[in-house]
């Protein structure tokens, strides 16, 4: 048994030496062989030129080939850039217009209230004062009025440091506003006409029926009072300043009649009227004064504004 297995083992001995020797040999071989093809072929191409001119045709498709992805990749890298840069400068510039537009509409609308502003000054400049009254201009800077306000009034940017007296009238080019109630001394506070403090005499511009005018507070009707059953007064006639009071210049417009009912037990008509100036939108007033050295116009007729009382009785 043990010369048959040594004699197992020196078998596959020596025919892993003769591998071992033959494996060089065929790697040799095959190296000779392949520079021999490789020596034919080239010697086969010098003569014909045939694998240049494959190498030519093909070689130009094979590289277009393999170019062509990564061309097409970079025209979408660049072209995602390029909008890219497009959006971010088109928000840019969307930003911008958006900001000019703004700005323009911030300044038509200052052009605008300037524009509003210069009418409203130019009709208080066209204003011409009574006879023997001087007017002056001022800016309303608050209200108060309505069910949360003890008295209608407003309040104007002019006090007695300008000359603002307790009692001046107070006016626009369409009618009354009220009178001065108040002064500071850089502010003044004006009762308003529609006030239940209110009262101011007035006469009828056509029947010239005399009556006393008093408010019953903001958005409520005037009520003329102490008007006589045989008076005459028609409904949409104007009420103007009587200057029997002292305080008002006679031949002002104050109102105009809305309502006149006779009562059975009253002696007096019952006239409702309305103001001529709507308090709620006043932005600038005017204050009259009467001039220096100008008496009382109990008794006188003074000349009154026509231009107002054009504008009102055209209403």
């Given amino acids: 048994m043990r010369r048959a297995g040594a004699y197992v083992v020196a078998a596959h001995t020596a025919r892993g030496g003769r591998s071992g020797v033959r494996r060089p040999q065929k790697i040799a071989i095959a190296v000779v062989a392949g520079l021999f093809l490789y020596l034919s072929i080239y010697t086969w191409n010098l003569r014909t030129g045939h694998l240049d001119a494959l190498s030519s045709y093909t070689g130009l498709d094979i590289s277009g080939f393999i170019l062509r992805p990564g061309l097409w990749v970079s025209d979408q ?25 703004d700005r323009l509409r911030r300044e038509n609308m ?24 001087n007017f002056s201009g001022a800016r309303v800077i608050a209200q108060r009025m309505g069910p949360a306000g003890v008295l209608a009034t407003l309040t104007v940017d002019r006090g007695s440091a300008s000359g603002v007296r307790p ?13 001065v109630l108040e002064t500071g001394a850089t502010t003044a506070s004006v009762l308003l006409l529609t006030d239940a403090n209110s009262r101011i005499a007035v006469i009828g511009d056509e029947n010239r029926s005399p009556g006393m005018l008093s408010g019953q507070g903001y958005g409520q009707p005037l009520i003329l009072r102490f008007v006589n059953l045989n008076a005459l007064i028609d409904s949409g006639e ?7 009071s002292g305080l008002y210049p006679k031949g002002l417009p104050v109102a105009r009649v809305t309502k006149v009912q006779r009562s059975d037990i009253s002696l007096f008509l019952t006239v409702e009227a309305e103001p001529l100036v709507d308090v709620a939108g006043v932005e600038e007033v005017l204050l009259l004064d ?26």
């Fill in 77 to 101: 890298v660049v072209g995602f850039w390029e909008r890219y840069i497009y959006l971010v400068a088109l928000k840019q510039r969307n930003d911008d217009l958006h900001e000019e537009a």
């Fill in 110 to 133: 200052l052009m605008s209230a300037r524009a509003r502003s210069a009418g409203r000054l130019e009709s208080l400049l066209g204003f011409r004062a009574p006879e023997q009254w």
């Fill in 167 to 179: 009692d001046m009238p107070v006016v626009m080019p369409e009618g009354v506003v009220g009178r």
């Fill in 238 to 244: 104007l009420l103007l300043s009587s200057g029997l």
């Fill in 290 to 315: 009467r001039a220096v050295g100008a008496g009382p116009e109990e008794g006188r007729d003074a000349p009154v504004d026509g231009e107002a009382k054009d504008r009102v009785s055209g209403e």
